[in-house]
């Protein structure tokens, strides 16, 4: 097992293998410190992987020719001849994103740089299967349109982001709730496959988030950091080694779950005192509607007499959850984002940090709590990155990272 833990050069080399039988690892190793470092020289990828120069000279000629990288400009101003960094070619790959959520589902198109071409999004009363596979469907017909023909192929999949057991989400009776209880029964891949021969990969939604974050947020500045994402319900994921862990059932950071106490001593899960349908709740105890919390853009300024206990309940509980975690893996730092407007995410932030003044830390050495920086779109955007690195990158979660 070998691993690239430093954030600016490599220290542990995930060491590339020169034999031509293994082409596909080395090739997938470049690719993946392209995906993390953006724009890397030949000699750079020589030195990181410990690959001779002629062998990555090779693969960089046929990546090329498949189109999955681009050379950039010269670099200029240094003595002898002019650096030419590579990049991952946007137009390379593309992916779908699929978040299932409680109220609302997103798709977007993602490209190969981590860009978003394209995005839809339905709402809904409640995620029922027809509802959600239909969206899938008419929505992929639409995000394939806005690629030119030539690109259409490059399609490489389809990611979904949803929680797991989502059957057990619902509080309908009667009818309406065994038509819920039917996605106990729904397989994904073959659901998707009565209308595209792209291949699915699931994933939880909330891991889903952490790794975007991880690729395209605050993750390169840590090695190892527990991440809250706070929506309809919380959840998380972890990050150990510069690469999120997904765990032996795909359900490692189910932070969701972690143990807490109610007003009455009554034993209660992180979810039902840091989600944002808490909120909801109260919003519809008030006669709002709780619509409002969804808009685009969000602005929560005319809730602020409901945000406002909300932060600071929500913010002693990740507090406490955050020391919790913690104490089983020394993290050093915990990112917190959601499905919230950018000031919010802010102060829930801060809160936090004060939170964790006067917590017991007897024992523990307590993280840095930063805000996350991806936002609301995570869980589609981190849904979208399975294909791609299926397919192109490093398999992540087997001991090997581009840190």
Not at 8 to 35: P, T, W
Request: glycine share 10%; hydrophobic share 40%; proline share 5%.
């Amino acid at each position: 097992m070998v691993r690239i833990m430093d954030g600016d050069s490599i220290s542990s080399r995930s060491a590339g293998v020169n034999q031509s039988g293994v082409r596909d690892h080395n090739e997938r190793l470049l690719l993946s410190i392209l995906n993390r470092h953006r724009s890397v020289p030949a000699a750079e990828l020589a030195r990181r992987t410990g690959l001779s120069k002629p062998t990555v000279s090779t693969i960089l000629r046929n990546l090329e020719a498949d189109g999955l990288i681009r050379r950039g400009t010269p670099l200029r101003g240094r003595v002898g001849k002019p650096s030419i960094p590579i990049e991952l070619d946007p137009d390379g790959a593309f992916s779908i994103g699929l978040k299932v959520g409680r109220k609302s589902a997103d798709l977007l198109l993602l490209d190969l740089s981590g860009a978003t071409r394209g995005q839809l999004r339905t709402t809904y009363e409640y995620a029922m299967p027809d509802a959600v596979f239909g969206f899938l469907q008419s929505g992929l017909d639409t995000l394939l349109e806005t690629l030119p023909a030539r690109l259409r192929s490059r399609v490489c999949g389809i990611g979904i982001g949803s929680p797991f057991e989502l059957w057990k989400w619902h509080d309908l009776s009667g009818p309406a709730a065994e038509r819920f209880r039917s996605w106990k029964d729904v397989v994904f891949s073959e659901e998707v496959a009565r209308f595209s021969e792209l291949p699915v990969y699931v994933v939880n939604d909330a891991t889903a988030a952490c790794q975007a974050e991880h690729l395209y947020g605050r993750g390169h500045e840590f090695r190892d950091f527990a991440y809250f994402f706070i929506g309809s319900f919380v959840g998380g994921g972890i990050a150990l080694n510069g690469t999120v862990f997904e765990g032996n059932q795909g359900n490692a950071g189910a932070l969701g779950a972690m143990r807490t106490t109610g007003p009455l001593g009554e034993s209660q899960q992180l979810i039902d005192t840091a989600s944002l349908h808490l909120l909801e709740a109260r919003l519809v105890e008030a006669g709002l509607d709780p619509q409002v919390m969804w808009q685009k853009p969000q602005d929560w300024s005319a809730l602020s007499h409901y945000v406002e206990p909300w932060i600071g309940e929500t913010a002693q509980e990740l507090a406490k959850a955050s020391l919790s975690i913690c104490s089983v893996l020394d993290f050093e730092a915990v990112l917190i984002d959601g499905a919230f407007p950018p000031d919010v995410r802010q102060e829930l932030v801060e809160r936090v940090r004060r939170y964790l003044v006067n917590q017991d830390k007897r024992g523990l050495i307590a993280p840095v709590v930063e805000a996350g920086t991806v936002g609301e779109n995570a869980r589609a955007i981190g849904a979208a990155c399975a294909p791609i690195f299926a397919q192109f990158m490093l398999n992540t979660n087997a001991g090997l990272s581009v840190f």
